[in-house]
């Protein structure tokens, strides 16, 4: 029995190292469906192994990835799974990757054609954030914020709600992509804004005297010192039709500037009129502009379809902590009858990225929400078409080199959202993007937990929970 075995490994390994793949194969005149589907993609030379299931109902699967100067092999039985050093090895050597997948009938072997996926030199920041929340809509369950080593599989906790029951903690922003600069939402008791530099943590009530709600929806200033937030009295509603599940709509909401330097709000009558909802702020990252959407105000929730936003920008001084006297309209719902979010503009300010739906301001909930371009220097603005599905895609930032986006799509199964990574070319084009790959393949279709406001990042976040908990357990600053 033990030399059966043995001749049976020696078999395998002279199979591998001879041939390198199956031979007298019958080819087939169609790609391999995998999932994730990574068929055709490009993907920086710095990220974990692409690995993947076959669905088909082959017994044995094996796959060939050639590089120009190099190649490596896997196979399994229903996972591909890449050995992790010889993957990077095989990035770092070339940019163009053709991947050949076989599979083992009980009879055969089958060559599906072979794909390709191109390596781009421009390098992508080195982690990702997001806040991984499991669904719900009138409690808290479990949430955290983590952060993900792109160019491998290892995921580590920056703070999340174990520590603090019935907290919820959202909304994290970065300066600049900057993982030393960070703020986040803690809600529920003890709750407040935090923000923390380097690995020190302080806490600040967000829900200042003068305003009617809570810091939200955040945006740094470039220089460190300005935090735009949203303030939104919001409420949501359920749809009865199978298409749409939830309603998240605002009854008012403005915008306004946090300094943190002097612990003050700074605000403007522009972006805090009761005839108008603003929201979504968003600093230019030469820190001349604030961008945010606005809609006539209407009575809420009967005219909730009624609300579409405008794309806007007013000028900032960020020395004197002013705003300009004008409202410049970029993106008008009298040309698109739709409604824009999350304007989100890129490093070297040539592009604005935003999401386009038919009304409102929560679009991570509608199927009809597209990725939009818009290019600074023209005005003009169309479909990133091939980022896009029929599902929907929602928030989104940009890498700091401005040539990588990270998005939220629900293309998978139109339940959970879950990062997509894009390459966006010097002419703000996109091609074909790809979910952020896992370890195991079927990862995402045992997992029961979103992916929100996934955010690059230029390292590791490397505050403790015992600086957060001191924070929490504080007084905090009250806001002037």
Request: hydrophobic residues 35%.
């Amino acid at each position: 029995m033990i030399m059966r075995y043995i001749f049976l490994i020696f078999i395998a390994v002279l199979f591998v190292s001879c041939t390198g793949k199956p031979q007298n194969a019958k080819p087939l005149n169609e790609y391999p469906d995998i999932f994730p589907d990574y068929t055709f993609v490009t993907i920086p030379s710095k990220i974990a192994p692409l690995n993947f299931e076959v669905k088909d109902d082959g017994k044995r699967f094996f796959v060939l990835v050639e590089g120009e100067s190099s190649s490596i092999t896997a196979s399994g039985k229903r996972f591909i799974q890449f050995s992790e050093r010889k993957w990077q090895k095989l990035l770092a050597e070339n940019n163009l990757l053709t991947f050949t997948v076989w599979s083992k009938s009980s009879k055969e072997w089958m060559q599906y054609k072979p794909f390709d996926v191109s390596v781009k030199t421009e390098p992508v920041d080195s982690y990702l954030t997001y806040r991984r929340i499991a669904p719900g809509y009138q409690v808290w369950s479990s949430m955290g914020i983590y952060q993900r080593e792109l160019s491998s599989f290892r995921e580590d906790e920056i703070v999340s709600n174990r520590l603090f029951p019935g907290s919820c903690v959202n909304c994290h922003a970065f300066n600049s992509n900057d993982a030393n600069s960070m703020m986040f939402h803690l809600r529920g008791n003890n709750g407040g804004t935090y923000f923390v530099s380097d690995t020190s943590v302080f806490k600040v009530n967000s829900k200042p005297e003068q305003l009617y709600s809570g810091f939200q929806y955040p945006y740094w200033h470039p220089s460190g010192q300005y935090v735009a937030f949203s303030i939104n009295n919001t409420a949501q509603a359920f749809h009865a039709v199978a298409d749409k599940r939830i309603e998240v709509f605002d009854s008012e909401s403005d915008v306004v500037v946090y300094d943190v330097h002097n612990n003050k709000v700074v605000a403007t009558p522009l972006l805090m009129s009761g005839e108008w909802f603003e929201t979504f702020p968003s600093f230019s990252p030469d820190g001349m502009y604030l961008y945010f959407c606005t809609s006539k105000a209407t009575p809420m929730p009967e005219n909730y379809k009624e609300v579409k936003y405008n794309l806007c920008r007013i000028a900032f001084d960020a020395k004197t902590g002013t705003f300009g006297q004008e409202v410049d309209t970029l993106v008008r719902v009298a040309d698109t009858n739709m409604s824009v979010t999350f304007p989100r503009i890129s490093p070297d300010c040539k592009w604005l990225l935003f999401t386009l739906s038919d009304y409102g301001n929560f679009s991570i909930w509608h199927p009809e929400a597209d990725l939009y371009m818009l290019n600074l220097e023209t005005g003009e603005y169309c479909p990133l078409e091939a980022a896009n599905s029929e599902d929907t895609e929602s928030y989104h930032s940009w890498s700091s080199n401005s040539r990588w986006v990270v998005f939220s799509s629900r293309r998978v199964n139109g339940l959970y959202t879950m990062p997509y990574i894009v390459y966006i070319n010097e002419h703000g084009e996109a091609e074909k993007p790809f979910l952020l790959p896992q370890k195991s393949p079927d990862y995402y279709k045992n997992s029961f937990y979103s992916f929100n406001i996934p955010e690059f990042v230029n390292g590791k976040v490397n505050v403790s929970v015992r600086n957060i908990e001191n924070a929490f357990n504080s007084e905090g600053l009250k806001v002037k």
